[in-house]
């Protein structure tokens, strides 16, 4: 399939059946080095290439296309957090500052 998906960004996939199950990403894209010593970091997944999107149907992208819009943000933006919580669990207003 690799020459099917040269210049490719992005993946849409409709897996159906036993498909669903099997994580696509974990795909490999060509032989690795042979050897049974449990180290993964070099094999090359598909995820690696491309971002996989799943969709419950083609019907779905047709309809989530028809409804876009574009993003009304004149910059991105990508926010990280890293909240302290203290205090009781489910009472609204009872966090401590830290």
Do not use: C, E
Request: proline share 12%.
């Amino acid at each position: 399939m690799a020459p099917h998906l040269a210049g490719v960004t992005h993946l849409l996939v409709v897996p159906t059946g036993p498909l669903l199950s099997l994580p696509l990403g974990l795909l490999i894209t060509k032989p690795s080095a042979p050897g049974g010593d449990g180290d993964y970091r070099n094999t090359p997944w598909l995820a690696r290439d491309v971002a996989i999107s799943v969709l419950p149907s083609v019907t779905a992208l047709v309809d989530l296309r028809a409804v876009a819009t574009r993003a009304s943000a004149s910059q991105p933006f990508l926010g990280f957090g890293d909240p302290v919580f203290a205090g009781q669990r489910g009472v609204p207003g009872r966090f401590r500052k830290p």
